[in-house]
């Protein structure tokens, strides 16, 4: 193999393919009643002194979005509710998501939860939680 050039593997192809509807399906939930619940797609990183998690909400009210941090991950729900259009005789196709939204995140560290701050803009949740300092290194006593 030339140097640069990578080597195309039909398998390889198949396999992102197959993690990809798998990410798909993951996508829509379905919920005990017969709804569909929607996993928003999330961004977590960290740094020196806090965890950043961003969550896509497009569509969504500020005041229909619920956030709860328990047990080391952050709890999102939220609602996007349906437009009423008046005159719908003559629709043709359906395709955005209504209804609910539910994603629980698993933090990579321990957090202050009750120091956390939240921001809503441009459809995207931005939460800001303060990383709890834990000692790396301790001394132990032998009895």
């Known amino acids: 193999m030339r140097r640069g050039l990578a080597i195309w593997s039909p398998f390889a192809e198949l396999d992102r393919i197959r993690r990809e509807f798998d990410r798909l399906l993951e996508d829509m939930i379905p919920a005990g009643d017969g709804d569909r619940i929607l996993a928003p797609p999330v961004d977590v990183y960290e740094t020196e002194g806090e965890v950043i998690v961003k969550a896509e909400l497009p569509g969504v009210n500020k005041e229909d979005i619920e956030v709860t941090i328990k047990e080391n991950a952050v709890h999102i ?54 990383k709890e300092k834990v000692s790396k290194e301790a001394k132990v006593k032998i009895a």
């Open 77 to 130: 729900k939220a609602e996007r509710k349906e437009e009423k259009e008046e005159n719908t005789e003559n629709v043709h196709r359906v395709e955005r998501f209504y209804g609910r939204i539910e994603r629980v995140v698993p933090l990579p560290v321990d957090v202050k939860a009750d120091k956390a701050k939240a921001e809503y803009k441009d459809g995207v949740l931005e939460l800001r939680i303060p």
